[in-house]
């Protein structure tokens, strides 16, 4: 079945530096939607990126991914942390307009 | 933008005990989701429905129920509350888009 893998469940880095979250993920399906979710501390996850085109990068609030079929990977990107990054991040795939899924998640910790 | 209500926003039943979490959203969408939130473990789906009267298993349905009386409405009962059922429980819907758009979690204790 469809399955997404987040390999790092806590990164931790200085303000300043580049953020690269890993996702990898597992479908039959062609032409899957791969999604970027942030859930800051006490509060619900909402979408952060979304994408479907393969080899295309997509950005949002300085956060940027791209869809790589041939190695289905939707790493998560940013070139300059800052505190209020901190959060946890899932990623997460559909192949239907029924269900995504999620990955374990990756807790960002983003230090002074 | 969607809203999503949840209520209780947090609560503490007793092994054994029936919970009820409440689901309520307003922006004509189809489709509602049950989630429940473990460290380590990430969102998993319990229940969802994607049309009034009817409702699909999740990946971990096991001890729960859910019901959709209403597009807006959409339920998660424990009949009998465990002490693994301690977590914090997240509705979401979604409309045409893939978008989820999630409530603000019921964070439940089971004691």
């Known amino acids: 079945g469809d399955s997404v893998t987040q390999t790092e469940g806590l990164v931790t880095l200085t303000e300043g530096l580049p953020v690269m979250l890993n996702c990898t993920y597992q479908?039959?399906?062609?032409?899957?939607?791969l999604f970027w979710y942030v859930q800051h501390l006490n509060e619900s996850p909402r979408l952060l990126l979304k994408s479907f085109t393969d080899n295309k990068r997509t950005e949002h609030q300085g956060f940027h991914a791209t869809l790589h079929k041939s190695s289905s990977s939707f790493h998560l990107q940013k070139s300059s942390a800052q505190l209020s990054d901190s959060a946890l991040y899932y990623c997460?795939?559909?192949?239907?307009?029924?269900?995504?899924?999620f990955g374990d998640g990756t807790q960002l910790v983003v230090k002074p | 933008e969607a809203a999503v209500t949840q209520s209780p926003r947090s609560k503490v039943a007793v092994t054994g005990g029936k919970v009820t979490l409440s689901c309520h959203q307003t922006?004509?969408?189809?489709?509602m989701y049950w989630y429940r939130q473990d460290t380590g473990h990430g969102l998993r789906l319990i229940h969802y429905?994607?049309?009034?009267?009817?409702?699909e298993k999740g990946d971990i349905p096991d001890g729960y129920k859910a019901s959709r009386p209403s597009q807006e409405n959409f339920s998660l009962i424990l009949e009998l509350a465990s002490l693994s059922q301690t977590a914090v429980y997240f509705c979401a819907s979604k409309g045409q888009t893939y978008e989820q758009y999630f409530g603000p979690g019921t964070r439940l204790t089971v004691l």
């Open positions: 997460a795939l559909s192949e239907s307009n029924n269900r995504i899924f």
């Open positions: 479908t039959i399906y062609s032409n899957p939607f």
């Open positions: 429905s994607y049309v009034a009267d009817s409702t």
């Open positions: 922006n004509n969408h189809d489709y």
